[in-house]
């Protein structure tokens, strides 16, 4: 009850949200695996934001080894087995979980709010400024987005900061050209041309008037992109180039794991990247969901 | 405007997003924090041999005349060495390009010819249940991680079935027994003109795995825009029309529906690409194939920056030429697109 | 001697919503002869349009025939199977959408589109085929007709391409052509011109034409003989001299009423109170009477009785009923 409230008060604050009053509830009824796939993300969350609580190997979970546990298979003291240097594998994905979650929640916020702003300016003063930016962005969509990534990752001392930036770089064209395109449909309308008779300033008139305006549609790409952003960050990692070890982050841990698989210890890749899955299905899901609802086209759509 | 116009506009446009590419790659690979020179002599670095290393890298040139050297290098076909294999990186790229282009052709093509048809298939038969499937495996199809899923198989039809191989192109023994003439690179094609099935066969089987892992993703965005813009077609009147006139369904789905769906689904064709190009690098290193992937990412562990920036740059170009290849493509089966403006009769 | 082509009796087609089945055409009896200019008439919503496509089978779903008869040359077209539905569709009964821009593939010149069907009903060679069309494109008043045979419908204009769908109606020489609004999405000058194509066409080939319209006038224009619809039933049918000189129906002289007089000028547009109900299904006896003018209590409770007013005239209403 108190989140479809919540869901209200935020849906009234964006007014090209155009989902019914109440709708949010009916919505997630109907749609069962959104459902599954929203618990599943809020309980992963609460593990990770309490994982050095949850687990009695917080230690390890943040890199300690344990060298006498090594190479366990799983068992009940440890759900999914140990590592090479018998560090427990679950808790292990639960602090990856932190890093996973915070990088992509970074990535799309970082791609989201530099897009906006740059397509949210060049779509509203047009002209040379518009030509600029848009060169600039067409550039930067010419690399295959990976590689660049790689690239500049590679060429940085590898860390979560690092990787985070090199992703971020790559994704915030998409989101200009996004934004150009809203803004380019919305500044023809009264209220932005009422303002600017009345003299507002320019800056004023795009963040209180075209950006609220525009917003929803990029937040609802930037929930979809969520998921591959959360692959992305692994993807680095497994080649090297994220996170340093000792620190836990799901990708790593499968590149850890490969060599071990020859001898038999599937555990170690496999369940790291069995989370990296179901996670990143689940925000799929999730944008999905949002997507379709959203679009006034599919929303009467049985899913 | 004109074909000839807009096909200027378009070069063009070409033109400047090439010599920005140049120009970023240029500059990320002068705000390494690190020094070329170092790198490249690795652990024998001695002041002098620095300072030796740097003219001969052309280091201690001011940074414009660097670019200038670095286009025009670029245009003589050099690409610089590698550091770590002290090899031209334009041979290495030469030998190595045909097994990344094997693999991400056949992966492509496989996703259109499995993907296509499922979304078409999939459009004639809407209800609940069959829906709900359908989102389920694309959505689950499109947030697989390559690597993980390349790494599952292999446990599964490696470690576990022994059906396939664990990796690489080709056996030892059939390199020995039955090598293949190499014309293209492509081991496929190359086995198959001189008749040497038994070197093919291997071949064939060496890529199994990794096409379907390159391809899950491909495959599962396939079937989905195809499907969702099918059952958009089917809704549509000239359909209904079709119908009306007697055409059998068959004809409908497959020659008049088919082409309107298939537009949309050509947008993201060039996406798709992009996808797989960059995916190879993950798929090469988990099957140990000896492609341009594997290439990048030794080269990402050794810091070898010019390879990446060599790589990153073959790769981006071929991506422009693809892209370009899709919109003339795109411009060719619709003809509303025809460069604006409408001649009416 | 005119014999009849297509009998409907009876017909019922319903949607299943998901609040419950709703009846979009309950009980509709008419009979057309051949070389008739049949009109049907009426509002949106009242079953016109899903009545023709019914002739056809091509009711989309939700939709679908749940009773009744649709005799063509005394064949029950509601027993046929897809495929040999899909010998009549074209050859013997044809269809003319609403909008032309929508009812053409973008993707394919007209030519391909009309020879696509002729092909499809094994009509000749290619070039028999290709001539053919020509010549047909040439007679609905395509004077550039090579050109309109190698182009694609965004290049033509609205007239244009309504003729060219009609030529698509016409080329596999069906005896009926059913056309649906043909004129609704053009502009004025256009309509008339349309019109006057198919009250040709029908002289010339003696092809006979279904006219399913919301507007009176054009039905005056052009029709023989015209059904009077009113949500998903027949409220009264005769020929035209019938309709206009002994209107029955309250509902008619309602739409005759609301007919712009061009002599009278400065006239209040007369209006037929109250709107269509949301909920049909849930009314019993006659569906007009919460609108109408001359409703007595019986209306609302028992069904109207089907009242001949003389061989060809029949009227649904109370009013008529001799029996009290």
Known sequence: MAFSKIAKRLLNRFPTFEIEQGSTIWFFRRDRIALISLAFIVILSILAILAPLITPYANEGLGEPNILQKLQTPSVVHPF??????????????????????????????????GTISGAVAGYFGGWIDEVIMRVTDIFLAFPPLLLAMTVAAVLEPSLKNAILAITLTWWPW????????????????????????????????????????????????????????????????????????????????????????????????????????????????????????????????? | MSRGEYLLRRLGLGIVVIIGVLMITFIVSYIIPGDPARLYLGSRATPEKLAQARHELGLDQPIPLQFVSYISRLVHGELGISFRTKRPILDDIKIRLPATLELVISSMLLALFVGLPIGVLGAARRGKIFDQVSRLITIGGVSIPSFWLALILQLFFFLYLRWL?????????????????????????????????????????????????????????????????????????????????GLTEREILFKLALKNAF?????????????????????????????????????????????????????????????????????????RIRLGGREDL | MAETLLKVNDLQVAFSTPRGEFRAVSGVNFSIQTGQFYGIVGESGCGKTITGRAILKLVPP???????????????????????????????????????????????????????????????????????????????????????????????????????????????????????????????????????????????????????????????????????????????????????????????????????????????????????????????????????????????????????????????????????
């Open chain 2, 263 to 335: 537009i949309p689904t050509l947008t993201i064709l060039g996406l798709l690409f992009a996808y797989s190009i960059t995916g190879s690098v993950l798929v090469e290193v988990v099957f140990s194939l000896p492609g341009l992937g594997s290439y990048m990412a030794d080269a990402i562990l050794s810091t070898d920056i010019y390879v990446l920036f060599a790589v990153t740059l073959v790769v981006t170009l071929i991506y422009i030429i693809v892209n370009l290849v899709i919109d003339l493509i795109q411009a060719a089966i619709d003809p």
């Open chain 3, 62 to 324: 939700p939709g679908r025939i749940v009773g009744g008869q649709i005799l063509y040359h005394n064949n029950d077209v509601v027993q046929m199977s897809e495929s040999e539905m899909r010998q009549i569709r074209g050859r013997c009964i044809s269809m003319v959408f609403q909008d032309p821009a929508a009812a053409l593939n973008p993707l394919f010149t007209i030519g391909q589109q009309i020879s696509a069907v002729m092909k499809r009903h094994k009509m000749g060679s290619n070039d028999t085929i290709h001539e053919n069309a020509i010549h047909l494109l040439n007679d609905l008043g395509l004077s550039d007709a090579e050109l309109v045979y190698d182009s694609y419908p965004h290049r033509l204009s609205g007239g244009m391409q309504q003729r060219a769908m009609i030529a698509m109606a016409l080329c596999a020489k069906p005896d009926l052509i059913i056309a649906d609004e043909p004129t609704s999405a053009l502009d004025v000058t256009i309509q008339n011109q349309i019109l006057e194509l198919l009250v040709q066409t029908q002289r010339e080939r003696g092809v006979t034409i279904i006219l399913i319209t919301h507007d009176l006038g054009v039905v005056a224009e052009t029709c023989d003989e015209v059904a009077v619809f009113y949500l998903g039933r027949i409220v009264e049918k005769g020929t035209i001299g019938e309709i206009f000189h002994y209107t029955s129906h309250p509902y008619t002289k309602g739409l005759l009423a609301a007919l712009p007089n061009p002599k009278k000028l400065q006239q209040e547009l007369s209006v037929i109170p109250g709107m269509i109900p949301s909920n049909p299904d849930a009314l019993r006896g006659c569906p007009f009477e919460p609108r109408c003018f001359a409703r007595m209590t019986k209306c609302g409770l028992i069904d109207p009785p089907t009242v001949r007013l003389s061989t060809s005239h029949q009227v649904n209403c109370h009013l008529f009923n001799r029996v009290d």
């Open chain 1, 81 to 114: 087995g140990t590592d090479s240097l018998g560090r427990d594998i679950l808790a292990r994905i639960l602090f990856g979980a932190r890093t996973s979650l915070i990088a992509g929640l970074i990535i799309v916020a970082a791609a989201v709010l530099i």
């Open chain 1, 175 to 303: 989101y200009t050209r996004l934004a150009r395109a809203q803004t380019v449909s919305v500044r023809e309308r009264d209220y932005v041309k009422a303002a600017h008779g009345m003299g507002v300033k320019n800056f004023t008139i795009i963040l209180r008037h075209i950006v609220p305006n525009i917003i929803t549609p990029i937040l609802v790409q930037g929930t979809l992109d969520i998921g591959a952003a959360i692959i992305t960050v692994s993807s680095l990692s497994f080649l090297g180039l994220g996170v340093p070890p000792p620190t836990a982050e799901w990708g790593a841990m499968v590149r850890e794991g490969r060599e071990y698989i020859q001898i038999g210890k599937w555990w170690i890749p496999t369940f790291p990247g069995l989370a990296l899955f179901l996670t990143t299905m689940a925000f799929n899901f999730l944008g999905d969901s949002i997507q379709v609802v959203t679009n006034p086209k599919t929303r009467g759509e049985t899913l």
């Open chain 2, 165 to 245: 191989p664990l990796g690489g192109r080709l056996i030892n023994e059939v390199i020995m027994s039955h090598p293949i003439q190499i014309k293209t690179g492509f081991y496929l094609i190359d086995a198959a003109i001189s008749g040497n099935w038994v070197a093919w066969w291997d071949a064939f089987i060496h890529l199994i795995l990794p096409v379907a892992v390159l391809a899950t993703y491909p495959i599962s965005l396939v079937v989905r825009m195809t499907r969702a813009s099918m059952i958009e077609v089917l809704s549509e009147t000239y359909i209904t029309s079709a119908r009306a006139s």
